[in-house]
């Protein structure tokens, strides 16, 4: 935060200056234009070139014992718009750590190792923002998640181990394309020029985009933790555990289905009725719940109960993908 006093000109003209430290960030030149807009209060001065300078990141591999905390790091730092990622020792890297980075690599859309030393590892992002339609890209990721969804109870029904192995891999992809969901609308909403050549309007509709993203980033995941489930299922099931379970189902694809539609259509209507059918999901699964609990073995009803419970969970996250669809209608 930096704060200016407003000056004048001899001919009434108001204005400000600019701090050398952004200048230079910005790699300004004198005579550069830049472009002004009044947006709800504010005066939001915008370079006029067409993208922003490429960021960096470094991370310091001697800090971490850990893969999953690297690896954690690595897609944060994607997600967060960075388009080099450099990891760093003071010595050198270990054959265990390279491996680590370039397990995180494969979870990345875009990025691929540019640069390999005994010390250093330098990580390049070759996603263009402009290529990518964003209410596609969530369309294609809610039907992937959809797919996984289906396919992982088609499985629970028929006792399909192998559809089940097959849902949860496919899970695990559908990761990558939620973390290029999310690294795009970031992106979006700390650039302007991001936002109009992906035709994104303005940062509040982007800022919902956000939000619905981690909804449906969170119903793809327990679509998958369901498929997880099944294989872990050794006993024979209840016809009535099965038929309540498929009740469930039907009612949250449908809901799921009512969601994305009030999102991408901002209709109130639909969206007020994916939230008013929660409450039949709230009777279900507590039947259900109760059934899981009889006439099975520990480890069947542990499973049976946790896959309840995952389909409960998609179902409110539809919920909240319709509250998503309501702040997008008045955004």
Known sequence: MEVRKLQTTAAGTFIITIP??????????????VSLELEQGDIVVTPTKSRPASQSRSLAI???KDQ???ELCITA?????????EVISKEKILPDQKRWVRHA???????????DYANRIVLQNLVDPSRFEMDKLLERFTETSKAVFEDAIKAFIENDFALAEDAFERGEESTKLYRLLMRLALQAARNKK?????NLGDFSTVAVKIIAIRELGRMAYYAMRIAQHVGEIDDKLDE?????????TKITLEMEDQAFTALSKKDLALASSVIDRMTN?????ETAHSASLKEHNDRTSLALSLIIRDIRAIAGYTVALADDAVLGIFA
Request: hydrophobic share 45%.
């Open 20 to 33: 050398k430290v952004w200048a230079e960030k910005l790699r300004f030149k004198k005579g550069d234009l």
């Open 62 to 64: 001697d800090e971490f």
């Open 68 to 70: 999953k905390l690297l």
């Open 77 to 85: 730092s994607y997600i967060q718009g960075h388009d080099v990622t």
């Open 105 to 115: 690599v494969e979870g990345l859309i875009g990025v691929e190792i540019a640069e």
């Open 194 to 198: 991001i936002r109009e050549e992906m």
């Open 240 to 248: 009535s555990i099965l038929s309540l379970i498929q009740k469930m």
């Open 281 to 285: 999901i709230r009777k279900l699964y």
